[in-house]
């Protein structure tokens, strides 16, 4: 069990450790000062590469030869994919995938 001065140490460690890496991306991109083209492209494919990336982890132990043979995961990708194709939502497709694959797993499958 952590002692109380343990606990509260951690806490500002941790919150000055968020704190410098907010303030070090304003010392490093100062205002009036243009953005870098490799930050610019990074800023672009990053979030659909970590995305791409969530989904292959997500799914490396989906075994396709024994049941239900990975129909939860097929099912609740299709709704989260056509729900985002048709809201342009994250949030929303995201939660929604989530909760189907949930069902389908916990009372269906």
Same mark, same amino acid.
């Given at each position: 069990m952590l002692s109380n001065t343990a606990i509260i140490i951690y806490i500002l460690v941790t919150a000055a450790g968020v704190f410098?890496?907010? $303030?070090? =991306?304003? *010392?490093?991109?100062p205002a009036g000062r243009q953005t870098p083209r490799v930050i610019l492209f990074?800023?672009?494919? *990053?979030?659909?590469?970590l995305m791409a990336l969530l989904v292959v982890y997500c799914l490396k132990n989906v075994s396709i030869p024994t049941y239900p043979h990975g129909l939860p995961e097929l099912i609740a990708i299709a709704v989260t994919a056509g729900l985002h194709l048709?809201?342009? =939502?994250? *949030? *929303? =497709?995201? =939660? $929604?995938g989530t909760v189907l694959y949930m069902v389908l797993v916990q009372m269906v499958f």
């Open positions: 410098a890496t907010r $303030v070090f =991306s304003f *010392l490093l991109f990074l800023g672009n494919a *990053l979030p659909c590469a048709w809201k342009r =939502s994250t *949030l *929303l =497709s995201i =939660s $929604v």
